[in-house]
């Protein structure tokens, strides 16, 4: 049980569509990352957030954002949907102290936009 | 920017072999490397992880791996498979910014 937890687990959206998917960190990890899984590839970075400030973004453009919260739980907001943005979105946790600390991952959330 | 590369998108084996994923990384700074596991409909779990030291590293359900730093390679090994190994799985690096690149995944499928 790694204690990251994400909701929902499914969610179908419209094209042109805003959604907002959760995640609730790990106790005593500060830090939060967000990975789009489009079917057959692995995990893409989509950015990261460290005590409420993103400190890193990967190569997604300005419609996906986000928050981290005082509590270190984050939001994932993507505007506009489009068909292309199906897929698992995981979230990840851990804490940014050194480097090489592991991450641990939620469930995820299958996103299907129609 | 670091990459990394799963030579083999699939992997069948019998039941009780053993089993090589190979992984082929490109950085051009110190990198930190991992295997993760992914069942169906499931998030990632760790295996193993390189970060420094030992270049042979265990992790658990009986997997290792080998750190070879000349060859950028980190290959994941299991001498005796099981059923239950059936999954998917990625090798990933992490460099200083803590962000993880992952490959593209090999499915390990397990044949009675």
């Known amino acids: 049980e790694t204690g990251v937890t994400q909701s929902p687990t499914h969610l179908i959206k419209t094209r042109g569509q805003q959604v907002t998917l959760r995640c609730s960190s790990q106790?005593?990890?500060?830090?939060v990352s967000w990975y789009q899984q489009a079917l057959g590839q692995g995990p893409q970075f989509i950015f990261q957030y460290y005590r409420e400030e993103e400190n890193g973004r990967g190569n997604f453009p300005p419609r996906f954002s986000g928050l981290q919260f005082p509590n270190y739980s984050s939001e994932l907001n993507v505007n506009a949907l489009e068909l292309d943005d199906s897929a698992l979105y995981l979230c990840?946790?851990?804490?940014?102290?050194?480097?090489?600390?592991?991450?641990?991952f939620g469930q995820g959330t299958r996103l299907t936009v129609v | 920017a670091q990459s990394v590369t799963q030579l083999d998108s699939q992997v069948p084996v019998f039941e009780e072999a053993p089993v090589e994923l190979r992984c082929n990384y490109s950085?051009?700074?110190?990198?930190?490397l991992f295997w993760y596991v992914q069942y169906p409909n499931q998030g990632l779990q760790l295996l193993l992880k390189y970060l420094s030291g030992s270049t042979l590293v265990k992790g658990i359900n009986g997997f290792e791996a080998e750190f070879n730093k000349s060859q950028t390679s980190f290959h994941l090994r299991k001498p005796s498979v099981h059923i239950s190994d059936t999954a998917e799985y990625f090798c990933?690096?992490?460099?200083?910014?803590?962000?993880?690149?992952f490959g593209t995944g090999t499915s390990l499928t397990v044949i009675p």
């Open positions: 990933a690096v992490s460099d200083w910014t803590s962000q993880f690149y």
């Open positions: 950085s051009s700074v110190s990198v930190y």
């Open positions: 990840a946790s851990r804490t940014l102290q050194g480097q090489g600390t592991e991450a641990f």
């Open positions: 106790s005593g990890h500060n830090t």
